[in-house]
């Protein structure tokens, strides 16, 4: 029984918890079931061959999805559904625990704001003198490879914010 319980992934998340998944799990998980001739297993295992990664799979546009047997239009939404609402996760989490405690922290965060865009983000984190968020924003997004940051902007709601200090990312 202990064989099957390890083929599976939702019973494996159960016994063991969701951080003892692997990524193929993970998308098995998701994915739910196969294609005819082809295991939940085995498809997500391809599908994460073909894209590379986690990362690779949940960035891709639509184009990229068409040449992949069983990922249609729906699993693309869903896919991109998971993207964003990790993306506000991240966000909501940033404003209720109000502090940037570590790097990692800040790292996490601007991971989950910045992946996936398909234009350059400049984003800016200001906060007090205990560096306690006050408020994050994306000011400025430009072009694929390019984009235009003016620093009197930055200044402006620095002040307006009585900001101690500012992450910048891009």
Do not use: C, W
């Not at 992934?9 to 692997?22: N, V, Y």
């Not at 865009?117 to 800016?124: A, H, P, T």
């Not at 430009?142 to 914010?161: D, F, Q, S, Y």
């Not at 900001?163 to 990312?169: D, G, H, P, Q």
Request: aromatic share 8%; proline share 2%; glycine share 6%.
């Amino acid at each position: 029984m202990d064989t099957l319980d390890e083929l599976l992934p939702r019973e494996k998340m159960l016994r063991s918890g969701i951080a003892s998944l692997s990524d193929v799990e993970l998308l098995a998980l998701f994915l739910r079931t196969g294609t005819p001739g082809k295991d939940v297993m085995t498809l997500a295992k391809e599908i994460l061959q073909h894209f590379g990664s986690l990362y690779g799979l949940l960035s891709a546009d639509f184009a990229q999805f068409r040449g992949v047997n069983g990922i249609g239009l729906a699993k693309f939404a869903q896919l991109k559904g998971i993207a964003e609402l990790a993306r506000r996760y991240y966000s909501v989490r940033m404003n209720e625990e109000s502090a940037l405690l570590s790097p990692e922290m800040t790292r996490e965060f601007l991971q989950s704001q910045l992946t996936g865009e398909e234009r350059e983000i400049f984003l800016v984190i200001f906060l007090d003198a205990q560096h306690r968020v006050l408020q994050h924003s994306r000011l400025f997004s430009g072009t694929l490879n390019h984009v235009e940051v003016h620093p009197r902007e930055i200044v402006r709601e620095a002040i307006k914010l009585n900001a101690s200090a500012v992450i910048l990312a891009h």
